[in-house]
């Protein structure tokens, strides 16, 4: 009882228990009547601070204030895709691009989920349009691209260059096939 009288004291006094500086630092309060910081901006930098499921909650935000266009779309699929959502990050991107076909980074990041789901072919084609629309100025997409072109043109027989059939198979007959080894 005696700890907590003193306590209970500084509380009532001016404006807290350690509330007592003056000179401004501690954080404003809410004011109502003026505009909030736009949820997209937030949201971008907290992508750049690696608090993904924060950004997502800021975008969501974002899509209440601007509605659900290609902006908002992609950086809410750009975040699922952090998340390693890439289900959920391809449909909400696809949404995107289909929201605004020439929404370059909509497209990039398209490419990006198809790439991590391991469809090669598909993601070239959406890097060779987002490409086409940056007009080639952005390195990023240009390496994407690359990568891409590089992933589509791998044979899937050949596991390493240059590497020799260990096997050959020879006909042998009407229908009857011998495997030789060479060794």
């Known amino acids: ?17 350690g509330n007592t500086d003056r000179t401004g630092s501690t954080a404003p309060g809410f004011d109502p009547r003026k505009e909030g910081v736009d949820g997209l901006l937030v949201g971008h930098r907290l992508m750049e601070a690696g608090e993904y499921d924060l950004a997502l909650t800021s975008y969501y935000r974002a899509a209440a204030q601007h509605g659900m266009n290609a902006d908002v779309l992609s950086a809410i699929g750009s975040a699922n895709l952090k998340l390693g959502r890439l289900g959920q990050a391809e449909k909400v991107l696809r949404r995107a691009t289909d929201a605004d076909p020439a929404f370059v980074p909509a497209l990039n990041n398209l490419g990006v989920v198809l790439m991590e789901e391991n469809k090669f072919g598909e993601a070239r ?26 992933e589509t043109e791998k044979t899937s027989y050949s596991d390493g ?18 495997l030789l080894s060479q060794l």
């Open 1 to 17: 009882m005696i700890v907590v009288l003193p306590l209970l004291a500084a509380c009532s006094l001016g404006n807290g228990l």
């Open 125 to 150: 084609v959406v890097f060779q349009q987002a490409f086409q629309l940056d007009s080639g100025q952005t390195d990023a997409i240009r390496q994407n691209l690359r990568v891409a072109i590089a």
């Open 161 to 178: 260059e240059n590497e020799e059939p260990r096997y050959n198979l020879v006909r042998r007959g009407y229908g009857e096939y011998v």
